[in-house]
C-alpha cells in the first residue's frame, strides 16, 4: 500500500467553524490532490498541488483552500465549515500528472458538519 | 474536455454468477482509463488500467475489462463473483498528452448476494 495518511480520520465541527484536514505522504510524489465524495457525485476534485507552494483549483473549489509547505504534507482548510461541505475527504498522489500515471488514495476523512 | 458516465448506481448479482459493470466516455482525444475499486470506509485502489496496445486489460481479483474505441465503452467484467467483490467501483478516464487531470464516474456499487 503506498504510504498515504489522512488526520483526523473523523470530524464533527459547527457551522462557522473553520477545519483543517491533513494528508501525509511518505512516497515522494509530486502530486497531491484533494477529492471530496457525494453519493450521486463520485468524486470531484477540490484542489491539487504539483509541487511545494504550487497549487490549483479543481472543478469545487468555493470555501476551501490548501496549502503544501512540504513535499510530503497537504493542508485542505474549510475557512468557515458549512452543512454543505459534510462530506467524506479523500487525499490522492501520483508520481506525476503527463501520461497514464494512476492515482494512490488514503483511507478518507468523513466530516460532518452541524 | 473529457467526461465518464456509469449509467448504473447499483448492481446486484448472484454470488458465483457472472457480472458486467459499464462505463462510458468522451474525449476528443486518445485515452488512459482506469477502474479503481472502493471497499466500505476504504480509499479507493487501482484494479486496472488500459494504456495502449491489446484492448482487453487484465487486473487483480479476476477482473478484466474491455476497451471499445468505436462504442468509447471500458466495461469491467468478471466470470463469478465472490461475496468479497461486494464494494463500490468507479471508472475514471484520462486524456492522454499534456498534463491533464483524471475524471471520475459517479460510481456503481456491487451486491453480491449469497
Known amino acids: 500500500d503506498a504510504g498515504i495518511t489522512q488526520s483526523p480520520r473523523h470530524k464533527v465541527t459547527e457551522t462557522g467553524t473553520p477545519v483543517t484536514l491533513r494528508c501525509h505522504q511518505t512516497e515522494n510524489h509530486r502530486y497531491m490532490y484533494w477529492y471530496r465524495q457525494d453519493p450521486g457525485h463520485g468524486l470531484r476534485l477540490i484542489h491539487y498541488?504539483?509541487?511545494?507552494?504550487?497549487?490549483d483549483k479543481g472543478e469545487v473549489s468555493d470555501g476551501y483552500s490548501v496549502s503544501r509547505s512540504k513535499t510530503e504534507d497537504f493542508l485542505l482548510t474549510l475557512e468557515s465549515a458549512t452543512s454543505s461541505q459534510t462530506s467524506v475527504y479523500f487525499c490522492?498522489?501520483?508520481?506525476?500528472?503527463?501520461?497514464?500515471?494512476?492515482?494512490?488514495f488514503g483511507p478518507g476523512t468523513r466530516l460532518t458538519v452541524t | 474536455a473529457q467526461s465518464v458516465t456509469q449509467l448504473d448506481s447499483q448492481v446486484p448479482v448472484f454470488e458465483e454468477a457472472p457480472v458486467e459493470l459499464r462505463c462510458n466516455y468522451s474525449?476528443?482525444?486518445?485515452?488512459?482509463l482506469f477502474w479503481y475499486v472502493q471497499y466500505p470506509n476504504q480509499g479507493l485502489q487501482l484494479l486496472l488500467k488500459?494504456?495502449?496496445?491489446?484492448?482487453l486489460v487484465k487486473g487483480i481479483n479476476g477482473f478484466e475489462a474491455e476497451f471499445n474505441k468505436s462504442q468509447t465503452s471500458f466495461h469491467l467484467r468478471k466470470p463469478s463473483v465472490h461475496i468479497s467483490d461486494t464494494a463500490e467501483y468507479f471508472c475514471?478516464?484520462?486524456?492522454?498528452?499534456?498534463?491533464?487531470?483524471?475524471?471520475f464516474g459517479t460510481g456503481t456499487k456491487l451486491q453480491v448476494i449469497p
Open positions: 498541488s504539483y509541487g511545494v507552494k504550487d497549487t
Open positions: 474525449s476528443s482525444v486518445s485515452v488512459y
Open positions: 488500459y494504456l495502449s496496445g491489446s484492448t
Open positions: 490522492a498522489i501520483s508520481e506525476s500528472q503527463r501520461g497514464p500515471y494512476e492515482q494512490y
Open positions: 475514471a478516464v484520462k486524456s492522454s498528452g499534456g498534463y491533464q487531470k483524471v475524471t
